[in-house]
């Protein structure tokens, strides 16, 4: 998925829009923002949106479902403790 936009100061990733190679019309926008430095589910938001383009219809944009943005909230806390643990087992070294 490219990434458009990481901003470490504001605590922002946000990618491109990006379609599946499975999907023929439906791209994906992602914008994850860092509330906390604290590894937990509440210190950063998801915010996921879908774009349908239609030929002749022009494009539409709606706000992705719920279950698929708590999937990429799973995801990602899942990730960044697993990566921690590794930076815990690195510095005991």
């Keep these: 998925m490219p990434i458009e936009t990481v901003d470490y100061a504001g605590g922002v990733i946000s990618t491109d829009w990006y379609k599946d190679k499975l999907s023929d019309k439906n791209e994906i926008k992602i ?44 995801k990602n806390i899942t990730k960044a403790r697993e990566l921690n643990i590794e930076k815990e087992k690195n510095e005991k070294k």
Excluded at 33 to 50: D, G, I, Q
């Design 31 to 74: 914008r994850i923002e860092f509330v906390s430095n604290e590894l937990s589910p509440n210190s950063f938001k998801v915010f996921s949106h879908t774009r349908t383009c239609e030929t002749n219809l022009g494009c539409k944009v709606n706000k992705s479902s719920s279950k698929l943005i708590s999937s990429i909230s799973e």
